[in-house]
């Protein structure tokens, strides 16, 4: 097999590290929104990137989980599955509002 000797993919080393994915977005959001006032040009650039990274773990996240929505071997977990799709969709939009503003600081 292809990952035969390979070391397993580590995680970028980071602040959020060993969250759980729903965990470290919250907390970059958490602390992104505490911070904002009082960040620098180059905290504000890597706060975007962080944003950046949440709103694409989001949108795969949404994507598996409407593949499993359409599967029928998941037909059990439909009530769970729409939740999370739904606090997924309310993250998403929490996530894109900060974004914009942590976007509109960069270019003052």
Known sequence: SLSEG???????EGYFDG???GDWVEAA???TK???DRMTPVEL????????DAKVQIEFDLRD???KLAHRGYSSMVEALREYQ???????AAVLELLADVTSRVNR
């Open 86 to 92: 739904l606090r997924l969709q309310e993250r998403e």
């Open 19 to 21: 969250l759980q994915e």
């Open 6 to 12: 390979q070391p397993p993919a580590e995680p970028g």
């Open 65 to 67: 989980t409407k593949g």
């Open 29 to 31: 959001m958490a602390t």
């Open 45 to 52: 650039k890597r706060a975007l990137q962080t944003l950046e």
């Open 34 to 36: 505490g911070d904002l």
